[in-house]
């Protein structure tokens, strides 16, 4: 292609170049090429600065709700929520320790005094010895020291694995932190409704946590089509089901399926949740990660084929083969 060497010098003068802003620096040293024929050339290069078919993120990303165990006590999330300091009986609760099962998508909470380890690991007690929830085979949470000393012993004692996320990564926390969000968004409703009715500031909210806690575990859940509580009766030697999918969603993975599959041991790109380097997007930055392999296929019921690659399992939707 009369193209491909002029082409060939702009990028490697600035790797990463899109076909529009190619075609504008070719233009510049005038050679005139067309934008779709500039994108052809680039995909078939395969290299970082290619112009690929970008994978529908925005529907590839409604089926991670549906990610994780599919049955109830294999991984809790564990995350405290800081709220206005409530004085009941000479003790000043400021904290709630937060539990969410992943499978069923139960949540239980216990009010604190303090964020200790001993506080940490009495509340974790009370939540398990109550129930339903029981110690799981992993407990996920992050990094702070709240979650160490006696708080970690007592969960390995169950042999219970600790899985500590890494630190500015709330994606791996995002199951709790919605519950979390929640809870602190009806707890400071009903504060500013007696604020409204009796005047003067209200902290109230321990009394409250329960009557919130259990309207949530009521509400129906949107990954599994029913209440937390129901699908805390499924026997644990079976799976919790699945909302259905919807049209958009069954049409997409339709077409996804309609590709030829891909094996263990092919070279894929996947989307990063965030720059190799830290900070936040830039509009240069190359959002798929380095060509990496597949290192495992699983297929599991109502559930579209994922690929494991880069540690996470994704659909076909999320990759781009290289």
């Avoid at 993120?57 to 999330?77: E, Q, T, V, Y």
């Avoid at 139960?106 to 604190?112: G, I, N, Q, S």
Wanted: proline share 6%; no cysteine.
């Amino acid at each position: 292609m009369e193209f491909a060497e002029a082409a060939e010098r702009i990028l490697a003068a600035e790797p990463g170049l899109g076909a529009p802003t190619l075609a504008q620096a070719l233009e510049a040293v005038g050679v005139r090429v067309g934008v779709a024929r500039l994108r052809r050339w680039l995909r078939g290069r395969g290299e970082i600065g290619t112009v690929v078919e970008r994978p529908n993120l925005a529907l590839a990303g409604r089926l991670r709700r549906f990610d994780g165990p599919r049955k109830k006590n294999i991984l809790h999330s564990i995350d405290l929520l800081s709220l206005p300091t409530d004085k009941i009986r000479d003790k000043k609760y400021k904290l709630a320790m937060v539990i969410k099962d992943a499978g069923t998508r139960y949540v239980d909470a216990e009010a604190l005094t303090s964020k200790t380890t001993t506080s940490t690991k009495a509340a974790l007690q009370r939540i398990y010895r109550r129930g339903p929830l029981r110690f799981p085979q992993r407990v996920r949470v992050d990094g702070g020291t709240e979650f160490r000393g006696v708080f970690k012993r007592l969960l390995e004692s169950k042999n219970t694995r600790v899985e500590v996320a890494e630190s500015g990564n709330h994606r791996r926390q995002a199951l709790v932190e919605s519950a979390n969000r929640t809870i602190a968004k009806r707890l400071f409703a009903a504060q500013h409704v007696a604020e409204r009715d009796a005047g003067g500031v209200n902290r109230e909210w321990v009394r409250r946590l329960p009557v919130v806690v259990e309207r949530m575990n009521n509400t129906r859940n949107n990954a599994t089509g029913i209440t937390p509580v129901a699908a805390m009766e499924v026997p644990d030697d079976e799976m919790i089901p699945l909302k259905k999918l919807g049209r958009k969603l069954r049409q997409w993975i339709a077409r996804d399926d309609a590709r030829p599959p891909l094996k263990v041991g092919t070279r894929v790109r996947y989307p990063l949740d965030r720059p190799a380097d830290g900070g936040n997007w830039r509009a240069t930055d190359i959002r798929m990660s380095d060509p990496v392999a597949v290192e495992n296929i699983r297929v599991l019921p109502s559930r579209p084929v994922e690929y494991r690659a880069g540690g996470r399992w994704w659909t076909r939707a999320h990759l781009i083969e290289v």
